[in-house]
């Protein structure tokens, strides 16, 4: 989607800018909520605007993806920037008012809000193919957000369980205005995958095969087989990527540097937020680049530390897709200050397909090997024969590091980060003080009881 700079303070300038004829209208001052809501045109520009605030960089473009990967470092990255937010995290120390998780709170909220706002007014769409696409779209951005919050700020979901632990507060009714605004306490975080899970089936449905730079069909279940892989629920997770594998339209990028830095969308990319000169910021390369590539200093915030190297066994493109600040390493997947930022690839759908083909015993679209071998077989490596589980979850850290996806893995196989377990309190976001104070009917998450 275009990462323009949005919300929803803007939408009665951009209705002004719209007009078809200046003669008619309306005197900025005179323009109300219901004016606002009373026209088709302006629910595609709250559709921007939803876009705008789930693509900004306090979100998915780049610091929550700093999180889990600071979470779950052991020391094969450097936290070196001077942000103290970013260092609580990579200490694991967190306080409840870390300025990050603040962050994501309140911009994933306002992502919320605004599709919810856009979903209670889809009745003023006429064209009903129109209506379904927008509806899609805000269910999309919806789903994707509670999701995405819910890995976070909540106990880890565990297969077989009934995952009563206190999740996020779901929210179905958009607040236009101060007299709508309600203090709701936290849901289960089963009852959070539940809304998401039913948010992204819908957005499938209503969704067209293809939708330009935004949300099609194949990107709400590519999020889907995210979702179902972070459950434990392999066969839906198999089935989601593999539909997207066959039908998306999109194929892995001929060489492993052409999956990044890109200033339009790629083959490979299921789903990216744009960012261009004039609009959108890509924290990604803020945190991860040298200042020569746009990032913060000369050494780069986030370094990469000899123990990761300790992966690679053999020759492999990935692990000489580093590049050398002042005495450190860099990762060269975030060169590019103006480049696109990659969400959904088509690499991580192979990863899916082939760990669940292999934990099922089945060989659906391809066997394990076969789609490992296919990143490898681009990367220059050495395929494999006779592939094992560690071996695809070591194909899966490779080929998706530093994207944000790694305290995620930790927590679904029960692994450990030092000596925190993947339940472990220390490893769940805060849920921000300024949130507590002003609604007493959330709980904070344990180990955050100031």
């Not at 998306?248 to 990044?260: D, E, I, P, Q, V």
Request: aromatic share 10%.
């Amino acid at each position: 989607m275009k990462s323009l700079r949005f919300n929803i303070g803007c939408i009665i300038f951009l209705i002004i800018i719209a007009c078809d004829d200046n003669l008619d209208l309306v005197p900025p001052q005179d323009l109300t909520t219901e004016n606002v809501l009373s026209d088709e045109a302006n629910i595609e520009r709250l559709l921007v605007a939803a876009y705008d605030l789930a693509g900004q960089q306090d979100l998915f473009s780049g610091r929550i993806q700093l999180a889990s990967e600071l979470l779950a470092n052991s020391g094969e990255l450097a936290w070196r920037g001077t942000f103290f937010w970013p260092a609580e995290f990579n200490r694991k120390q967190m306080t409840s008012n870390n300025f990050g998780a603040q962050q994501y709170w309140i911009v994933g909220y306002g992502a919320i809000n605004q599709a919810n706002i856009i979903l209670n007014n889809l009745a003023i769409v006429e064209d009903a193919q129109q209506r379904e696409r927008i509806e899609g779209e805000a269910k999309f951005i919806r789903g994707l957000v509670y999701f995405e919050l819910a890995r976070l700020f909540a106990l880890p979901y565990e297969q077989g369980l009934q995952n009563t632990q206190l999740g996020l507060p779901i929210l179905l009714e958009g607040v236009i205005n101060a007299g709508q605004i309600s203090f709701p306490s936290r849901n289960t975080l089963e009852e959070v995958y539940q809304q998401a899970i039913q948010d992204l089936s819908d957005a499938i449905n209503l969704l067209p095969d293809a939708n330009g730079v935004f949300a099609d069909r194949y990107a709400a279940q590519a999020v889907l087989a995210r979702l179902f892989l972070q459950q434990g629920n392999f066969a839906n997770a198999r089935d989601a990527a593999h539909n997207v594998i066959q039908n998306s339209g999109h194929a892995l990028a001929t060489n492993y540097a052409l999956a990044f830095n890109n200033t339009s969308d790629g083959v490979e990319d299921i789903f990216s937020w744009q960012i261009t000169t004039q609009d959108g910021f890509n924290d990604f390369n803020t945190f991860w680049a040298t200042i020569e590539f746009g990032g913060r200093s000369v050494t780069a915030d986030v370094t990469i530390e000899p123990p990761y190297f300790e992966l690679f066994t053999s020759l492999d493109d990935r692990s000489s897709f580093f590049y050398e600040g002042n005495s450190t390493f860099v990762t060269s997947k975030w060169q590019g200050q103006f480049a696109n930022i990659p969400f959904l690839r088509m690499a991580e759908m192979h990863l899916v397909r082939a760990e669940c083909n292999l934990r099922l015993g089945t060989a659906v679209g391809l066997s394990p090997e076969d789609d490992i071998n296919l990143l490898r077989n681009r990367a220059n490596a050495v395929p494999i024969t006779d592939i094992t589980l560690e071996e695809v979850l070591i194909e899966r850290r490779v080929e998706l590091a530093f994207e944000g996806h790694r305290l995620h893995d930790i927590k679904r196989l029960g692994q450990s980060v030092n000596n925190l377990f993947f339940n472990s309190d220390f490893l769940v976001l805060p849920i921000p003080q300024r949130e507590l104070d002003a609604n007493p009917e959330l709980e904070p998450n344990p180990g955050y009881n100031n």
